[in-house]
Structure formats: structure tokens, C-alpha cells
């Protein structure tokens, strides 16, 4: 008989997306050759796009110093769209019906008893909104 293995303690995820800004340097070098015109295929893209998440001058300065120039979006500066104004809206929404714990988690099979949950919670959701408004 042999002894469990010892207790690592709680496995630890990395809080990050899996690309992180920390890779940008090699993103460049890692596109393929650009085909277009007649002659030699670019080894390099002009311009690399990125969100602010890569907002760093450190990654500015390096994809200039390869003559790409850098797009990428300033953090702190709105962009204009309108879009993600009203997100709490959605999470609001969201939050409501998992007050229900059958939403919560998916314990029915059938998919038709899943969106019939769904709709008689959507329903007591409008009902309550709709007595604390009057």
C-alpha cells in the first residue's frame, strides 16, 4: 500500500488572457510573408493594430525600431462607438436570473424544459419590475 501524495495547496490560475502584452515583441516576426504585388514578399507588416491592452510605449518604441507602425488604441480615451455605454444593463439582467437556482446551473436534460425555466423566470423578473414601478 503506498502513501497519497502530499497536498500542493490550491492550484493557482493566471489572471491574464493567454495573449499577453508581454508577447507583442514576437507577434511581428510570427506573420507569414505578405503576398501582393510582383517582386519580394514582405517579411513584415507596415502597421500592427492592437487594443489598449498593448497601450505601452515600451512596445511603441520596439515595433518602430522594426519599422512597423503601431495602431494601437490609447487607454483612457473613449472611441466613439457608443458601445458598451449601457453593459450593466445586460449584467443586470443576467444577475436577476440567477437568482433562480435551476438557471444557475443546467440540471435538466431537455432543452425544452431549460427554456421553459427560462421564460417563467424571465416572466417573474417582468412581473417584479413592473410592481415595484407602480
Do not use: N
Request: charged share 35%; glycine share 8%.
Amino acid at each position: 500500500m503506498t502513501s497519497p501524495a502530499p497536498h500542493k495547496g490550491p492550484r493557482r490560475f493566471p489572471r491574464r488572457p493567454p495573449l499577453a502584452a508581454s508577447e507583442i515583441p514576437p507577434l511581428p516576426d510570427a506573420v507569414p510573408p505578405i503576398r501582393g504585388l510582383r517582386g519580394r514578399p514582405r517579411r513584415k507588416p507596415r502597421r500592427l493594430y492592437a487594443d489598449r491592452g498593448y497601450d505601452f510605449a515600451k512596445y511603441r518604441r520596439l515595433l518602430r525600431k522594426r519599422g512597423i507602425k503601431p495602431l494601437i488604441a490609447r487607454r483612457g480615451v473613449a472611441h466613439g462607438s457608443g458601445l458598451g455605454k449601457v453593459r450593466w444593463a445586460v449584467e443586470r439582467a443576467f444577475a436577476w436570473l440567477h437568482r433562480f437556482k435551476r438557471l444557475r446551473t443546467r440540471y435538466e436534460r431537455r432543452a425544452d424544459l431549460q427554456r421553459g425555466l427560462l421564460e417563467l423566470a424571465c416572466g417573474l423578473v417582468c412581473l417584479r419590475r413592473l410592481r415595484t414601478a407602480s
